[in-house]
């Protein structure tokens, strides 16, 4: 039985498990099996991270932190959780691999997943011209119109990204202002081969075996029209990765798992949370960073006051979480 | 063991000329979800070496296929049988997902 099991390994993940290695917890980090290191991965350039000015490339940044993390002895595990039973005193994880890891404390940092439009089109083409990844997939729209759904500074990246290969790349925004920070905007506004279109919604993905167009309803007028394209990078957002603990843990009116106050302790004792997956306004790697550090010393906190009064003979339904950190401090 | 490669100059032979089906990985070395799922195809391509051969097939270097075969998300597995498509796949799985996906070649 392990002291704590870390799932994920987005900024949050790996950086509870700098902190939680470093204080001697040895966690192992359930990292998936396709999809290790997160978001970031999907990203070329981050400029925002702060401490590198001359920005680092989102796999660069998540290749130090798992470096970091095993550094101080983190072990990591290239798999998936499809398991979690988090009633008892001791937490049980199983993995795609079929192996039950049993530990006294989680910390659950499985981020956010991109957001669909919804629309039968949509899964029907995903991947025939449909995607949610400008850096994965643009190098095949050489040369092609395509277009862009989202008003916030993904789909500015993404856009702005996509001019490198597209011929044309169209922004469609459902308003006429976006959310995007101002910086990411102009480049945006200053790409001549960018075309905006505002006020306007995807309500059908057109294709047969490949991605020919949208239906587009404007917003203003109620008009429907048809554009088409080659390609459409659908850049709306993120929705919490929560499905493990539906019906587990609390959540929030956002759907992202409620924790109390600052701190990352989930409804269950035990069981912390950290990242985008308990953060539906800020979302960025650095905040799910701090948020990670923030689940390690939690669990920290938790696991040493067991330690004190030893292994509780009840069930986390009978355990007082305030006594817990009164007696840790 | 790691599956073998197949390119532009070779596919006909390789591929469409084969016995069994095949398996062809479209991959390349800037896409990150196309490394996780190599050793995963490795993998089953090791348990299951009589009953489908798995290659794998750079776009960088092989965009002529890439083209013909429409691709325009990678990773893209496409299994081929008797020289046609059978069955396509895209975007990286875990193991348990692409054997399903694969289960009438694996039985």
Known sequence: MRQLIIIGSGPAGFTAAIYAARANLKPLVVASSVEVGGELMNTTEVENFPGFPEGIMGPDLMAKM???AEKFGAEIAYDDVTELDLSGDIKKVTLGSGKTEEAESVIFATGSAYRKLGLPGEDRLSGYGVSWCATCDGFFFREKEIAVVGGGDSAMEEATFLTK???????IHRRETLKASKIMQERAFANPKIEFVWNAEVVDVLGDGAVTGVTLNDTVTGEKRDLALEGLFIAIGNDPRTHLVHNKLELTEEGTIAVDGRSS?????????????????YRQAVTAAASGTVAALDAEHYLAARGDAGA???TSDQLDQDALIETAV | MTAKATT????????LQAEGPVLVDFWAAWCGPCRMVSPVLDEIQAENPDKITILKLNVDENPDLAMKYQITSIPAMKVFSGGEVATTIIGAKPKFALEQDLAEFLK
Request: charged share 20%; glycine share 6%.
């Open chain 1, 312 to 314: 509780p003979a009840v």
């Open chain 1, 66 to 68: 798992q470096e970091q």
């Open chain 2, 8 to 15: 532009s100059a070779t596919f006909e032979q390789d591929v």
């Open chain 1, 265 to 281: 302790r989930t409804s269950v004792a035990g069981v912390f949370a950290a990242g985008d997956v308990i953060d539906p306004h």
């Open chain 1, 165 to 171: 290969f597209a011929s044309k790349v169209y922004v």
